[in-house]
Each structure stands twice: as structure tokens, then as C-alpha cells.
């Protein structure tokens, strides 16, 4: 089974996405489509096995303090240098490289759910130092959030020293 939260917000220009034809009657009995879902109510619960994500700071945590597995599809920015971390440091996700083909993601799913080195990252992501480490970065007083202030303000320092007037 699968849920897949598929958003029409994303593509500018675009008020519905459609899937490609019979996609609908070949996957009914598989899994669910929807517009939108609490990740971190979904990500919590039992059934969940994997996370296919795209590895943004905010999601990947999502995916680690809750002790999910995770398939990564990298798209921009952050997401790029994310996965280097979680797939060499913390060892709990699967990296797509190269052009998104259905056999690619088919390969990879069965690694992350059927393989001896998928057990090994699901293992890996429950453990709890991993979890607990995720969690606190991402409390008021954690490095993430302590990071991206840190940030705002630098940016904020350096438009105030190119025009003081502001």
C-alpha cells in the first residue's frame, strides 16, 4: 500500500495534475492519492515502512525523528547536499541519482523494503540516538533552528551594511 500526496501548487500554471491514462484503475487497490496529508501524523504511524522524499532539511528530519526509512529523489537547493549526509553519516536512506524512471524507483523501493541492506537502513532509523539527535535539532533551541536564524540575521546584517538607510 502507498499514499501519495500529490499537490497541484506546486507546478505554476497548473490548477489539477493528471496521471498518466489508467493509473487510477491499475493502482486503486494499492494505495490512495491525495492533496494534501499531516506528514508527521502519516510518517508516526506503524504501517508507514519508507519515506520517498526529497530530501529537504525539514521533511528528512520529519522522516528521522520518527524512525522512517527514506528513498530520495533530490530536485534544488538544499536537497542536493542533504542526501551526502543521511546516506554516508546516518545511513538510514536510499539515493535515486540520474533520470526518475519507474524500473529505477521499482529497484529501489524493493531494495529499501526487501533487501538485507534495506533491513539494515530500516534498523538503522529506528535507532534512538539517531531520533533523539533529529528531535533536538529541530526544538527553538536546536541547530536547525538556531541555523536558519543565524542566517536570516546574517543576511539581514549584510542589506543593512550595503544601505544603512534601510
Not at 499514499?3 to 487497490?29: K, P
Not at 537502513?121 to 533536538?136: C, D, K, L, V
Request: charged residues 25%; hydrophobic residues 40%; glycine residues 8%.
Amino acid at each position: 500500500m502507498f499514499l501519495w500526496v500529490l499537490r497541484s501548487d506546486l507546478i505554476r500554471g497548473v490548477a489539477q495534475v493528471t496521471l498518466a491514462d489508467g493509473f487510477d484503475a491499475v493502482t486503486r487497490d494499492r494505495g490512495i492519492i491525495v492533496s494534501w496529508a499531516p506528514q508527521e501524523e502519516v510518517l508516526a504511524h506503524a504501517a508507514v515502512g519508507g519515506f520517498c522524499v526529497h530530501c529537504g532539511w525539514k521533511s528528512t528530519q520529519e522522516g528521522q525523528y520518527t524512525g522512517v526509512s527514506m528513498l530520495c529523489r533530490p530536485y534544488l537547493s538544499d536537497q542536493m547536499g542533504n542526501p551526502r549526509c543521511v546516506e554516508h553519516v546516518w545511513r538510514v536512506i536510499l539515493v535515486l541519482h540520474g533520470e526518475l524512471e519507474s524500473s529505477k524507483v521499482e529497484e529501489a523501493i524493493r531494495r529499501l523494503m526487501q533487501s538485507k541492506e534495506g533491513d539494515m537502513i530500516r534498523e538503522r532509523a529506528q535507532e534512538m540516538e539517531i531520533r533523539s539527535r533529529a528531535a533536538e535539532a529541530t526544538t527553538d533551541a536546536g541547530s536547525s533552528r538556531l541555523n536558519i536564524v543565524e542566517l536570516v540575521n546574517h543576511i539581514l546584517l549584510s542589506l543593512y551594511k550595503s544601505d544603512p538607510a534601510r
